[in-house]
């Protein structure tokens, strides 16, 4: 079956400091979900991204489809203690059913 | 206008019993899934309900079953509980004609001892 893989796993970075976590998926992705949980919470929607090549960006945050949709990326700019926490990618693969990444736990140090 | 709930928030079982786990999803939303997420992992999905009927399964053994009330709530059950149950339940809740955007409920928490 499909296997969606973020790298890396686990990230530690200063205050101020770049981050990026990249979602790669054995096949074709359909759409691409971003999802920030924190600890202890639940998975929140960030955005979702739908054609090939498509860049979006919220704020700091800025979401990046492969040309071949079959990759994502995240970056976030000058990172704060606020945006601790997984980020999860998700295939929406149609009919609302979600295949998650395996996250990429973000601690961020003052 | 309220979002997902689900209860209750936290349950401890033994091998072997039964649970049921609740779900209420956002205010005019149709669908509901359930999301089984294990320590450290992402959400795996469990199923998802729309007009009171399973409508997709992922890879779950049917010891896991689930039902859609009118009202559009859900119930999850879980039968034969095993260690490997321990997990936290998410139910998500979105539209089923419209975007993919899932709104998630707060989880359960649960623990098999």
């Known amino acids: 079956g499909q296997q969606v893989m973020q790298i890396p796993q686990y990230q530690h970075v200063q205050e101020g400091e770049d981050f990026t976590t990249y979602c790669n998926s054995s096949?074709?992705?359909?759409?691409i979900q971003w999802y920030k949980q924190r600890p202890g919470g639940h998975p929140v929607f960030l955005i979702q991204?739908?054609?090939?090549?498509e860049v979006k960006k919220q704020k700091r945050l800025t979401f990046q489809f492969g040309e071949a949709k079959k990759n994502s990326s995240l970056h976030i700019t000058a990172t704060q203690t606020t945006d601790v926490g997984t980020y999860f990618c998700a295939d929406t693969g149609g009919g609302n059913k979600l295949t998650f990444g395996t996250g990429t736990q973000l601690k961020v140090e003052l | 206008d309220a979002g997902v709930t689900q209860s209750p928030t936290h349950l401890i079982k033994t091998r072997g019993q039964q649970v049921t786990l609740r779900c209420s999803p956002k205010?005019?939303?149709?669908?509901v899934s359930w999301y089984q997420q294990a320590l450290g992992q992402g959400p795996q999905f469990i199923f998802q309900y729309y007009e009171e009927e399973e409508r997709q399964r992922g890879n779950f053994p049917d010891r896991f079953s689930g039902h859609q009330f009118p009202n559009y709530s859900s119930e999850l059950n879980v039968n034969a509980l095993l260690l490997g149950d321990s997990a936290l339940y998410l139910c998500a809740s979105s539209l089923f004609q419209g975007s993919d955007t899932q709104y998630f409920g707060p989880g359960t928490r649960l623990t098999v001892l």
């Open positions: 991204l739908v054609k090939s090549g």
């Open positions: 096949t074709t992705l359909s759409n």
């Open positions: 205010s005019g939303h149709d669908t």
